[in-house]
């Protein structure tokens, strides 16, 4: 994975997040931008860094569909 400079690395915060997606949302900082605009709905200008973020974004909702969190 190739990040952004300065950004961290890890495993969010797992009761944030799943408190946004019971509220109907994401948690913004998975949502991909460019030049400050909200670009998810368009995977075509995703970086690979951006792709692989939000794959790994998925993965987690379904298990937590799977564990029955949400």
């Known amino acids: 994975m190739d990040p952004r400079r300065g950004s961290i690395l890890g495993t969010p915060d797992e009761q944030t997040e799943i408190t946004y997606l019971r509220a109907g949302g994401e948690p913004p900082w ?28 998925e993965a987690r909702v379904a298990d937590y569909r799977r564990r029955g969190l949400l």
């Open 30 to 57: 998975e949502r991909p931008h460019r030049d400050g605009v909200d670009i998810t709905d368009q995977p075509e200008q995703w970086t690979p860094y951006q792709r692989e973020r939000r794959d790994t974004f």
